[in-house]
């Protein structure tokens, strides 16, 4: 069973608690899906897991912008980064960063950090009204033709996107059978949520069902540390939110 996670952002409360949750679970390998840095205190911490304990990483827009410069940030963004470009001097880092690659494809499933026609900087958005539900489908059957299943953060939030519905779990719903179908696994974000639920968010996969699962953190400690490293209170803010 492989534990997939996603968007840790130097949240480094929130990825201990998700790797001890991994721990009680028979999980074989741990995929991280980019965007380990970025906004979060704590990005060289986090990204020395995320190299010691995960069977691969994917490249996200943050890690992009750390060693290109950010494209389409805000304000409070491009402030973060730049310190974040400040904190990571290893030279290990930087190269194993300047290797990741945005897609990965194993098998009949892909794994990207965007949305399959864009693995790096496209998000996979839930329609909000038909006509961007027909859009949706219509992406999925153009781009899901080497692959069933695609995997993907970036969005921060936890659902499926199926040619069928939106499917959105919660703690009496959250495995699904995912066989035989073509979708979007969108895993949620481990440092820092925007489904309105604050707890960090990964999903577990056996080759047949996918679990959600929403993990509790010390959420005062990375809001503590945010103010230490001299980051936008807005970044803490948000943590307790969900958004
Ligand atoms: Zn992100």
């Not at 194993?106 to 900087?121: F, I, K, Q, R």
Request: glycine fraction near 8%; charge should be negative; proline fraction near 5%.
């Amino acid at each position: 069973m492989d534990a997939i996670l996603s968007d840790i952002h130097g949240n480094l409360a929130a990825l201990e608690a998700v790797l001890e949750d991994i721990g009680r679970q028979k999980v074989d390998r741990i995929i991280s899906l980019g965007d380990v840095v970025g906004y979060g205190p704590r990005p060289v911490e986090c990204l020395k897991l995320v190299m010691d304990r995960c069977a691969f990483s994917l490249l996200g827009n943050h890690e992009y912008a750390v060693l290109r410069g950010p494209e389409g940030f805000n304000p409070i963004a491009v402030e973060a980064i730049n310190w974040t470009k400040r904190q990571i001097t290893d030279p290990g880092q930087l190269f194993y960063l300047s290797g990741l690659k945005a897609a990965k494809l194993e098998g009949n499933l892909l794994y990207v950090h965007g949305s399959a026609e864009d693995p790096l900087m496209e998000y996979v958005r839930e329609a909000e009204d038909h006509a961007q539900f027909v859009k949706f489908v219509q992406d999925l059957q153009r781009d899901f033709q080497r692959f069933d299943l695609c995997f993907t953060g970036h969005n921060h939030r936890a659902f499926l996107g199926t040619t069928d519905a939106f499917i959105f779990p919660h703690p009496a719903w959250s495995k699904f059978h995912v066989k035989d179908k073509k979708l979007y696994i969108c895993v949620g974000s481990v440092g820092q949520p925007r489904d309105d639920d604050p707890r960090s968010s990964y999903a577990t996969f056996d080759g047949d069902v996918v679990e959600y699962h929403r993990v509790a953190y010390d959420i005062d400690r990375t809001a503590r540390e945010i103010k230490a490293a001299g980051l936008h209170p807005f970044l803490a803010e948000r943590l307790y939110l969900g958004q």
